[in-house]
């Protein structure tokens, strides 16, 4: 079993900031990508940001420049600060790791249970 256990969301005001963070715990051999999704209420799960295992970054456009995703490789746990947040970010977001297991089957994606930001004055 592997399991993500994301933590930091809440409600901030418009301008504001919160830091995201994920750690992956259970039979973990390696994490390849990690990333953080969202989903607003009526909208489909939108990607946000996502890091490879050697930290290079991508993110959705909407978000450049305001939002940075990290990852400590030692601690099986990906960070995501939101600086500038936007009404527009509320949302649902969840963990996603691409995991290799030291049991059958070895490749597994798994998902957090999600944390909700709410971007409001």
């Known amino acids: 079993q592997v399991q993500l256990v994301e933590s930091g969301g809440g409600l901030v005001q418009p301008g504001g900031s919160l830091r995201l963070s994920c750690e992956a715990s259970g039979t973990i051999l390696q994490i390849n990508e990690m990333g953080w999704y969202r989903q607003a209420p009526g909208w489909q799960r939108e990607l946000v940001a996502a890091i490879s295992s050697g930290g290079n970054p991508n993110y959705a456009d909407s978000v450049k420049g305001r939002f940075t995703i990290s990852r400590d490789n030692a601690k099986n746990t990906v960070y995501l600060q939101m600086n500038s947040l936007k009404p527009e970010d509320t949302a649902v977001y969840y963990c996603?790791?691409?995991?290799?297991?030291?049991?059958?089957?070895?490749?597994?994606?798994?998902w957090g249970q999600g944390t909700p930001v709410t971007v409001s004055s």
């Open positions: 996603n790791a691409e995991v290799i297991r030291t049991i059958l089957p070895r490749d597994v994606e798994v």
